[in-house]
């Protein structure tokens, strides 16, 4: 009958789509309803100029649950996905998830009403289960409403793939993917989707992290630009912009992402953090480089990831000792693929814009 209007909500003023004849609306992040007498009522919006910001989405609307600290300026979402009671299930993805959230938290004062986890413990027909549906969600409400100052996180632990492409802006010919818990039937998140929810809204001033520890996971951001390391710690910046001229980038902000593997590569299981619990190697090696005191820049511990690795991966220490390296290797040899010199899992670092790793400082 009528178009969907925008309102704001009567608490919070976030803009809310109205749906058509509708006479109130709540809001999904203060849960406040904002009535409306008659949607012909509400004034028109002013016509859109070259410089105005595009109609929030739809997804903002998911998923529920307490709004962000308006103090904390830090946002996070969270996945991890165990794909239990399938052929594909992973052992130490919900581990991750829940690893990752103590570290935000506990070290760098993440607020938890600010943290979002989906992940097969929460209700199979909420919106915090990782169905592509809520992930989706997740993604949009992230980024949504970020401002200068802002400090956002995406993790995701779980299955990554890869599909052709057929638009010829990938240099191998795949697009990189994330496989959420109902691939099967509803498809994988491709990496043009996640680049359009994630990283091109995020304005200047704003920081978002994305830490993925799958397969196939280098460029999986679909980031212009791919520090690729050697042996020896010297580095070089990769340009990966599409040959189309089309802008993968963010709107002025800064967007970083560690990766567990190169696109070719596969990701693995550990049961390093606990000899009776498994986590990706990936976000192990992370968490260890921060707790170990090589946090001080992205290059030192992009550094420390890919060292503990090769250490492992060649017999060699860096993890930790005895039985530690014994289990870690196990876990490593069952879920990855090897080639001549160790394990084939390089943890990768993919950015907006070049620059020198060893010096920038790393802050989330």
């Not at 950015?351 to 790393?362: H, I, L, M, S, T």
Request: hydrophobic content about 30%; overall charge negative; proline content about 9%.
């Amino acid at each position: 009958m009528y178009g969907n209007m925008l309102v704001n909500c009567s608490n919070c003023r976030t803009p809310l789509q109205l749906p058509p004849g509708a006479g109130s609306i709540r809001c999904a992040l203060c849960h406040a309803v904002t009535l409306v007498a008659d949607p012909r009522a509400v004034p028109p919006q002013p016509p859109a100029s070259l410089h105005a910001p595009s109609p929030p989405s739809p997804y903002n609307h998911a998923p529920p649950g307490p709004p962000p600290n308006p103090n904390g300026r830090k946002k996070a979402v969270i996945v991890g996905i165990s794909y239990r009671f399938s052929r594909h299930e992973l052992k130490g993805c919900i581990n991750d998830a829940k690893c990752m959230k103590y570290l935000l938290i506990n070290k760098f004062s993440f607020p938890e009403s600010s943290i979002i986890m989906l992940t097969e413990e929460e209700d199979p027909h909420g919106p915090k289960f990782p169905s592509k549906h809520n992930i989706r969600m997740a993604m949009y409400w992230l980024a949504q409403g970020c401002q200068p100052g802002d400090s956002l996180v995406f993790h995701y632990s779980g299955h990554g793939s890869q599909q052709r492409n057929y638009s010829g802006d990938e240099a191998d010919g795949y697009d990189e993917t994330l496989c959420p818990l109902d691939f099967e039937t509803q498809g994988m998140i491709v990496d043009d989707e996640i680049n359009a929810a994630l990283v091109r809204p995020i304005p200047h001033g704003v920081r978002l992290h994305a830490l993925i520890d799958a397969c196939h996971s280098g460029t999986v951001l679909d980031l212009p630009f791919l520090c690729r390391m050697n042996r020896s710690g010297q580095y070089t910046w990769e340009d990966h912009r599409p040959r189309s001229g089309v802008w993968k980038g963010s709107s002025g902000g800064e967007v970083i992402c560690f990766s567990g593997c190169d696109d070719d590569q596969t990701s693995a299981d550990t049961s390093a953090l606990s000899k009776i619990t498994s986590t990706g190697a990936m976000t192990f090696c992370f968490i260890q480089a921060i707790e170990g005191g090589h946090g001080a820049t992205y290059g030192s511990i992009l550094t420390a990831m890919r060292t503990a690795i090769r250490n492992v991966g060649g017999g060699g220490g860096g993890i930790g000792g005895g039985d530690v390296v014994t289990s870690l290797l196990s876990m490593l040899l069952t879920g990855g693929s090897l080639s001549a010199g160790g394990l084939r899992q390089e943890p990768q670092l993919t950015a907006c814009e070049p620059f020198d790793v060893y010096r920038k400082p790393f802050s989330l």
